[in-house]
């Protein structure tokens, strides 16, 4: 399970969530790029920022629901910490 941290072209919004293939919901928040209904759509939160590999779905909950606590603040420097450039993650060529 991956714990995940999306933004919008101006990072201005963060969105945190949680899956078992992140590649599919990348692809899947892309493809709702415009949709009011959705918080991902509506603020165009699709680039990839920051994600992490938990060992099962009641861990990578914990750990979204601990993010999402968090000041934006110590979010951004969570980021900073894993991508310091805060460039869009692209999964096929990320070395991490």
């Known amino acids: 399970m991956y714990v995940y941290i999306l933004t919008n072209p101006t990072k201005t919004v963060l969105y945190i969530g949680t899956t078992n293939d992140l590649a599919r ?7 709702g ?13 699709d680039l990839l920022m920051y994600f992490e590999l938990c060992p099962d779905a009641a861990q990578a909950i914990a ?14 420097a969570l980021i900073t910490a894993f991508n310091p ?3 869009t ?3 096929e060529t990320w070395t991490g």
């Open 25 to 31: 919901r990348l692809n899947e928040h892309s493809n």
């Open 89 to 91: 993650i692209d999964l």
């Open 33 to 45: 790029r415009g949709d009011a209904g959705k918080f991902t759509g509506r603020y165009q939160a």
């Open 85 to 87: 450039s805060w460039e």
């Open 63 to 76: 750990r979204e629901k601990q993010l999402k606590g968090w000041t934006r603040q110590k979010k951004d």
